[in-house]
């Protein structure tokens, strides 16, 4: 399973980025999709992720600003981020989980300016 994200880049405080992820390979389907990120200096944390059959989970610190939703048809899921602030800034990662094992992507930077 091979993750290819995308959409990562600067953007000023306040204003919105949506990140893409679409897995390849041979699978049936995917369990769980979910967007991690890493700011300098600290550990990767969990951002959002989101089941096969919808239902989604964030970190309190993006509830409200960030949306997680997936297309299963595409094996892609999407990152909304709306009102972004100057501490959303690190690189995010996408995670694929699929008969018990977890696939990771390479990842994308984002930016926020003040």
């Known amino acids: 399973v091979q993750l290819q994200a995308s959409g990562g880049g600067l953007v000023q405080a306040g204003g919105s980025l949506r990140l893409s992820c679409a897995a390849s390979?041979?699978?049936?389907?995917?369990?769980?999709m979910a967007w991690y990120r890493q700011a300098q200096g600290k550990q990767r944390e969990l951002v959002a992720g989101?089941?096969?059959?919808?239902?989604?989970s964030y970190a309190e610190s993006v509830k409200g600003r960030f949306t997680i939703f997936r297309d299963n048809a595409q094996n892609t899921v999407y990152l909304q981020m709306n009102s972004v602030k100057p501490e959303d800034t690190g690189v995010y990662y996408c995670?694929?989980?699929?008969?018990?094992?977890?696939?990771w992507g390479k990842g994308t930077q984002v930016t926020v300016s003040s």
């Open positions: 995670k694929a989980v699929l008969d018990g094992l977890a696939y």
């Open positions: 989101i089941v096969s059959a919808g239902g989604t």
């Open positions: 390979g041979t699978f049936f389907s995917i369990a769980v």
